[in-house]
């Protein structure tokens, strides 16, 4: 079994920053992608930001420039650093992470989403 933990999540003014960060544990052999993921109220959730295992990035065109993704292979963790923050971007924010098991498997694995609220 794997488990996602988010931690980070608050409440912050606009124009402020928060750092958010995912640890992954359990039976992993390896993590190919993680990433981040935002639901708003009453909207899909929808893709932030994702990085490699390797540090290749990808990012959703409406955070580029102010997010940051990285990552620590070796503790399977990973970060989003949100800078310039505005209050549409209130919501649960969810760490995702692509894992190879250590019986072979391979699945997509969800934490359980810390809440971010952006005040005007």
């Known amino acids: 079994q794997v488990q996602l933990v988010e931690s980070g999540g608050g409440l912050v003014q606009a124009g402020g920053s928060l750092r958010l960060s995912c640890v992954a544990s359990?039976?992993?052999?390896?993590?190919?992608?993680m990433g981040w993921y935002r639901q708003a109220p009453g909207k899909q959730r929808e893709l932030v930001a994702a990085?490699?295992?390797?540090?290749?990035?990808n990012y959703a065109d409406s955070v580029k420039g102010r997010f940051t993704i990285s990552r620590d292979n070796a503790k399977n963790t990973v970060y989003l650093q949100m800078n310039s923050l505005t209050s549409e971007e209130t919501g649960v924010y969810y760490c995702?992470?692509?894992?190879?098991?250590?019986?072979?498997?391979?699945?997509?694995?969800w934490g359980q989403g810390t809440q971010v609220t952006v005040s005007s």
């Open positions: 990085i490699t295992s390797g540090g290749s990035t």
């Open positions: 995702n992470a692509d894992v190879t098991t250590r019986w072979g498997t391979n699945a997509r694995y």
């Open positions: 359990g039976s992993i052999k390896s993590i190919n992608v």
